[in-house]
């Protein structure tokens, strides 16, 4: 009778209750399928094996929560740290949810690019650290997996504890039992410990899991990989994009091409009319801008290059306007594509929005479009085509609108106020990597550039006199990038960022105002912030981010120096 019980217990205890799995586990001799449950663990980790109480390493493991596999809810995989004890720590166990501190933007990063997580900790069954030793409390780390630096994450007990931040790319998480809880440097003995999710990026093993990309695809003709494609786009000529600096690509990788045709543009470039820079338009309640699309010739470092430009200009013009202004819009298109403008962000007639095929039919080449135009919010704004915009936006047609507030004192006062648009371009040797002609080809992970352009330069530059405020508008026009700015001083290595006061963004002025390090722009958006520079001095606009080589499952840092800014004076 009493064999059949056991028998019974064993195999009915997954389905039981939460009382039921405690008091099993506290049973004596009994497989450690379950574990204690930790409770009050937020839902994002609800599922994980210490909240559930089921070990990860049960013969059936299965999720003890209704539920728990939503979709309307955030992975755990991807959001918890489990923590599993040492021989020291006994039953104690534990989970860690990874949350976003507050930014003003919609993700949170350091002025590096590395993601800023809120550590939150939920523990169950630590023992008394006085029976482990000379010992008064448990304080939590966190290392990279190099081991070096240990941060203090903050004293823990059983229950909730709220952590430090932490911002490593790939780390650990350690509890240790420690004289004190107010030590700084780890000595003690470890009791839990955990690895971020990212920690689990590992390289990929291609040769077990898709030795063809090691290996390559056999070309059936000069730069196809099939025959099928070579039937179907005889010519398919192809430049590849330039390898990316100390990443070789995977045979696999380089052998593949797209299935449309490149996209044949201009390539003579010496007979167009040249790029000028953006000129300021200020139009009055009612007034008239005359806007043409065409192509221009360009130089962007040693490369002369044909491109697309509003009005001759890269970017477009600046338009300034007062809130609550009307203007018209006479727009020719003189390229050899059809094209409309989307004037992005404003709030105005859906009509005059200019998506062809949704609020009108595109500008064939050689027609024009009348657009009319109302701003009832201050702020920045810009316009693009939303018609092939992966070809006539990177070529170039993009400008930005400053819409001044009707109300006086609206902004703080500075000494200067500049519009900054960002971009970059794809470039081969010579020229453009081509377009695909029948639809884009870069259609998945974006068509990401390897030349910057800060208002259409390679390099940005402003002078000012030290103890000046500068009020920037930027503008994120690339289609894929996302851009992590901060102004460093260029006298030393890693100096401090200045300061950055984000008053605004795509929906005009913040009601608070707030300080960062650096601005983080995805692709469209926009910021306005206002930065002091304190002395004589320079200092660098720097793009700092943290990239992934996804074959050595390794995070690789970024730096690239748009421009610089000057200040003269006292130092």
């Known amino acids: 009778m009493l064999l059949k019980t056991a028998c019974h217990n064993n195999f009915t205890r997954r389905r039981t209750s939460f009382v039921s799995?405690?008091?099993?586990?506290?049973?004596?001799?009994?497989?450690?399928?379950?574990?204690?449950?930790?409770?009050?663990?937020?839902?994002?980790?609800a599922d994980r094996p210490s909240a559930t109480g089921i070990s990860p390493f049960a013969a059936a493991p299965q999720s003890a929560v209704s539920g728990a596999a939503s979709s309307d809810r955030p992975a755990s995989d991807l959001n918890c740290i489990d923590l599993f004890s040492t021989n020291r720590g006994a039953e104690a166990t534990g989970v860690i949810e990874l949350r976003r501190p507050?930014?003003?933007?919609?993700?949170?990063?350091?002025?590096?690019?590395?993601?800023?997580?809120?550590?939150t900790a939920w523990i169950r069954g630590l023992?008394?650290?006085?029976?482990?030793?000379?010992?008064?409390?448990?304080?939590?780390?966190?290392?990279?997996?190099?081991?070096?630096?240990?941060?203090?994450?903050?004293?823990?007990?059983?229950?909730?504890?709220?952590?430090?931040?932490?911002?490593?790319?790939?780390?650990?998480?350690?509890?240790?039992?420690?004289?004190?809880?107010?030590?700084t440097e780890r000595s003690g003995?470890?009791?839990?410990?955990?690895?971020?999710?990212?920690?689990?990026?590992?390289?990929?093993?291609?040769?077990?899991?898709?030795?063809?990309?090691?290996?390559?695809?056999?070309?059936t003709g000069p730069l196809s990989p099939n025959m099928d494609e070579q039937m179907v786009n005889p010519g398919n000529s192809w430049v590849l994009p330039p390898t990316y600096a100390g990443i070789p690509m995977l045979p696999g990788v380089m052998s593949v091409r797209p299935s449309v045709s490149p996209m044949a543009l201009k390539t003579d470039a010496s007979a167009l009319p040249e790029a000028i820079p953006s000129e300021v338009i200020r139009l009055p309640h009612g007034g008239t801008l005359d806007l043409e699309a065409g192509f221009v010739r360009k130089t962007v470092g040693n490369r002369e290059l044909a491109m697309l430009a509003f009005n001759q200009q890269i970017p477009g013009p600046l338009l300034e306007v007062t809130e609550a202004t009307r203007i018209f819009v006479n727009f020719r298109n003189e390229t050899p594509m059809p094209t409309a403008v989307h004037w992005h962000?404003?709030?105005?007639?859906?009509?005059?929005?200019?998506?062809?095929?949704?609020?009108?039919?595109?500008?064939?080449?050689?027609?024009t479009f009348q657009y009319q135009l109302y701003f009832p919010d201050p702020g920045i704004y810009w316009y693009h085509p939303h018609h092939r915009e992966d070809v006539q936006q990177e070529l170039g047609l993009a400008g930005n609108m400053?819409?001044?507030?009707?109300?006086?004192?609206?902004?703080?006062?500075?000494?200067?106020?500049?519009?900054?648009?960002?971009?970059?371009?794809?470039?081969?040797?010579?020229?453009?990597?081509?377009?695909?002609?029948?639809?884009?080809?870069?259609?998945?992970?974006?068509?990401?550039?390897?030349?910057?352009?800060?208002?259409?330069?390679?390099?940005?530059?402003?002078?000012?006199?030290?103890?000046?405020?500068?009020?920037?508008?930027?503008?994120?026009?690339?289609?894929?990038?996302?851009?992590?700015?901060?102004?460093?001083?260029?006298?030393?290595?890693n100096g401090t960022p200045l300061p950055i006061k984000v008053v605004g963004s795509d929906v005009s002025r913040f009601e608070r105002e707030s300080l960062a390090e650096s601005i983080v722009l995805a692709p469209a958006e926009r910021y306005?912030?206002?930065?002091?520079?304190?002395?004589?001095?320079?200092?660098?606009?720097?793009?700092?981010?943290?990239?992934?080589?996804?074959?050595?499952?390794?995070?690789l840092e970024e730096e690239t120096i748009l421009g610089r800014v000057t200040a003269s004076g006292a130092t």
């Not at 962000?345 to 027609?367: A, F, H, I, K, S």
């Not at 001095?537 to 992934?548: E, F, K």
Request: aromatic letters at 8%.
């Open 189 to 219: 003995p470890l009791i839990l410990r955990g690895r971020s999710p990212s920690s689990r990026m590992g390289a990929h093993d291609l040769m077990a899991l898709a030795p063809s990309a090691e290996e390559g695809v056999k070309h």
């Open 127 to 183: 023992p008394n650290p006085l029976a482990l030793g000379p010992y008064t409390a448990f304080v939590a780390w966190a290392t990279p997996l190099a081991l070096d630096p240990v941060v203090r994450l903050g004293e823990v007990t059983n229950g909730l504890n709220q952590l430090d931040e932490v911002a490593f790319n790939k780390y650990l998480v350690w509890i240790t039992a420690e004289e004190s809880g107010d030590v």
């Open 345 to 367: 962000g404003l709030r105005l007639d859906n009509r005059y929005d200019g998506v062809p095929g949704v609020t009108q039919d595109p500008v064939l080449p050689g027609e």
């Open 102 to 119: 507050w930014s003003p933007y919609g993700v949170t990063v350091t002025a590096d690019g590395r993601h800023r997580h809120a550590l």
């Open 21 to 45: 799995a405690m008091i099993m586990a506290l049973v004596a001799g009994l497989p450690q399928d379950i574990l204690a449950q930790v409770p009050g663990v937020s839902e994002v980790c």
């Open 528 to 555: 306005t912030v206002e930065v002091l520079f304190p002395g004589g001095g320079t200092w660098s606009l720097a793009n700092r981010v943290q990239g992934i080589n996804h074959r050595q499952g390794l995070f």
């Open 402 to 493: 400053v819409v001044e507030s009707a109300e006086s004192g609206y902004y703080n006062t500075v000494a200067h106020e500049e519009v900054v648009m960002l971009d970059d371009l794809l470039l081969g040797p010579e020229e453009f990597v081509p377009f695909g002609d029948e639809s884009a080809n870069y259609m998945l992970m974006g068509r990401f550039g390897n030349v910057f352009l800060t208002n259409g330069e390679p390099e940005y530059g402003l002078e000012v006199t030290a103890g000046d405020v500068v009020r920037f508008h930027f503008t994120n026009a690339s289609n894929t990038r996302t851009f992590n700015l901060s102004f460093r001083p260029t006298d030393t290595d």
